[in-house]
């Protein structure tokens, strides 16, 4: 099976976590290995997002919540089941070089605690990581169903691309 992303939505997805990370920022390693030790976020992170976005959705979490500055307390509020922080600090880790393994558990996380966008980057990732895989392109398609119903611009337009592809 063809990929259904277009070459410039897979280079838009690759970019945040790749080109545009700069070398690794203070405090990025610790944060990395503390997430690391959440083995149940890793395991989440495998499941389709579709599958754990919550009826009930949080609509505050856009302003950010400087996890850029300070990741560790981030981390902190996120243990705690802060969807917001959880957001934040995978978006903070993508683009101060974290490890992959982190910025999607994190990204999943704040999606299973009801950040619709979370749902969306996670299978946006899922996605462009195996594009040929049926199954992994059907979670995809069936989050970003999910994350247009409630109004997330992402998600709807990366459900109209998957629709106007087939």
Do not use: I
Not at 23 to 42: E, L, M, S, T, Y
Request: aromatic share 6%; charged share 20%; hydrophobic share 40%.
């Amino acid at each position: 099976m063809r990929s259904l992303l277009s070459p410039l939505v897979s280079l838009m997805l690759l970019l945040p976590g790749s080109l545009l990370a700069g070398p690794v920022r203070p405090g990025v390693q610790q944060v990395d290995a503390q997430v690391a030790k959440h083995a149940a976020w890793a395991k989440d992170a495998q499941r389709c997002p579709a599958a754990l976005l919550p009826k009930r959705v949080l609509t505050d979490y856009l302003m950010g919540d400087s996890c850029d500055v300070n990741p560790g307390m981030c981390l902190l509020k996120c243990e705690a089941g802060k969807a917001k922080s959880c957001y934040w600090l995978a978006y903070a880790l993508q683009n101060a070089g974290g490890s992959e393994a982190s910025v999607d558990a994190l990204f999943q996380r704040a999606c299973k605690l009801g950040v619709v966008s979370g749902c969306t980057n996670r299978a946006a990732k899922m996605s462009s990581q195996a594009p040929g895989d049926a199954a992994v392109q059907r979670c995809a398609v069936r989050t970003y169903e999910k994350t247009c119903d409630h109004n997330e611009p992402w998600g709807c337009t990366l459900y109209a691309l998957h629709l106007s592809r087939g």
